[in-house]
Nanobody, 120 residues
Framework: QVQLVESGGGLVQPGGSLRLSCAAS????????MGWYRQAPGKQRELVAV???????NYANSVKGRFTISRDNAKNTVELSMNSLKPGDTAVYYC??????????????WGQGTQVAVSS
């Protein structure tokens, strides 16, 4: 069984910074893309940032220039560094990995989510 565990969420003032981390564990054969998604109350879950196994990144327009995604393939971790946070960034942030487990098929694996609240 593969698990993703997020950490680093919390309450921060507008203009502040926060760093989210996600660690994948279990019997993992390989990981292709990793990314962060978020869901605010009453809204659809949306892509925030993704990074593929070659290190190529894509960002939502709303966070471009403020957020940075990175990964450590040796540790099976992905981070999201968030700067200049706005109240509109408030959401539950979910880590996702496109991976292949040992004795399994390629699929998406999701973390449980971590709350980010931006408020004064």
């Amino acid at each position: 069984q593969v698990q993703l565990v997020e950490s680093g969420g919390g309450l921060v003032q507008p203009g502040g910074s926060l760093r989210l981390s996600c660690a994948a564990s279990g019997s993992i054969f390989s990981i292709y893309g990793m990314g962060w998604y978020r869901q605010a109350p009453g809204k659809q879950r949306e892509l925030v940032a993704v990074i593929n196994d070659d290190g190529i990144t894509n960002y939502a327009n709303s966070v471009k220039g403020r957020f940075t995604i990175s990964r450590d393939n040796a540790k099976n971790t992905v981070e999201l560094s968030m700067n200049s946070l706005k109240p509109g960034d408030t959401a539950v942030y979910y880590c996702k990995a496109d991976l292949v487990p040992h004795a399994g098929d390629r699929s998406d694996c999701w973390g449980q989510g971590t709350q980010v609240a931006v408020s004064s």
